[in-house]
């Protein structure tokens, strides 16, 4: 059994250049992720279940767990002292951390994705981007230092809770899996430098909306379900409504998740910033491929903490093929 502290030390000695802060600031999350589990298997017992009667930025209603988990994360990562500032889907604008200025890292996080499956005791997680700053270190971060592409991501990775609570994450050396065993307190590794299976056949999407659909997706949900042997389809359908539930079971298991621009969401719904690009350098590393339709998800430049985009992640081949459908039928509806 080998600890996620040991296995990041480990590493750490494989590339001299790592430093022990990044090591930290992992376990900053690492002890942010304890605290969310324990309050997550307590939900139906707590005052923490239903909304807080208060709205984020983009107008949905926030769960009492959504805050709280923003507030233990933020605690977590300013004790650390190396981390200036971070940008939340919980927080309007980006936040600085008083008297961190000289702090080396950025941290854009969606502290607790899929809330509103919460009370219906259905899988959540909790997604973390780490970047350099790039501005001078010793004074307070700007928004410059939350404006950089995925491509330069340091470091990313999601906490899955579910039937039991996973960290997975990536420093750009592969994908490694740690399980919380809750008796011990620690996250112990249970998968290597995890990959995509050389074929994918389950596809995630809220076919509810299909109407709203643009044409190329629409055609790429029909080509699912036809019958072609070969390459294992009728594929099937599994749509969790939790983004990190649905990639967890994609990356073990094989497939594509996605989410494209609709009359609703015309940018499509998740953010660039603390949802796509964290997820596409995981893909990435797990030998996949993360899109909005037509590029790398990764070479996008962001210009607001909140945008959207729309996102297809998963094995190579079949982001490849919605991209193809999507060149081949560029009308929208
Ligand atoms: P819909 C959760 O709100 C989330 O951001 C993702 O975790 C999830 O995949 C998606 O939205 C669900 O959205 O519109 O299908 O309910």
Known sequence: ???????????????????????????????????????????????????????????????????????????????????????????????????????????????????????????VGTIFSIYHRITPTGTPVTEEDFMQPGTQQVAAGYVVYGSSTMLVYTTGHGVHAFTYDPSLGLFCLSQERMTFPPQGSTYSINEGYYSRFPKGVKRYIKFCQEDDEASRRPYTSRYIGSLVADFHRNLLKGGIYLYPSTAQYPNGKLRLLYECNPMAFLAEQAGGKASDGANRILELKPQTIHQRSPFFVGNTSMVDDVERFMRENPEQA
Do not use: C, W
């Open 1 to 123: 059994m080998k600890t996620l502290g040991e296995f990041i030390v480990e590493k750490q000695h494989d590339f001299p250049h790592a430093t022990g802060e990044l090591t930290a600031l992992i376990s900053a999350i690492k002890l942010g992720a304890k605290v969310i589990h324990r309050d997550i298997n307590k939900a139906g017992l707590v005052d923490i279940l239903g909304t807080s009667g208060v709205e984020n930025i983009q107008g949905e209603q926030q769960m009492k767990l959504d805050l709280f988990a923003n507030e233990k994360l933020k605690s977590a990562l300013k004790a650390r002292g190396i981390v200036a500032g971070i940008a939340s889907e919980e927080e309007d604008e980006f936040v600085i951390f008083e008297g961190v200025e000289d702090g080396k890292y950025v941290v854009l996080m969606d502290p607790l994705d899929g809330s509103s499956n919460i009370d219906v005791n259905v899988s």
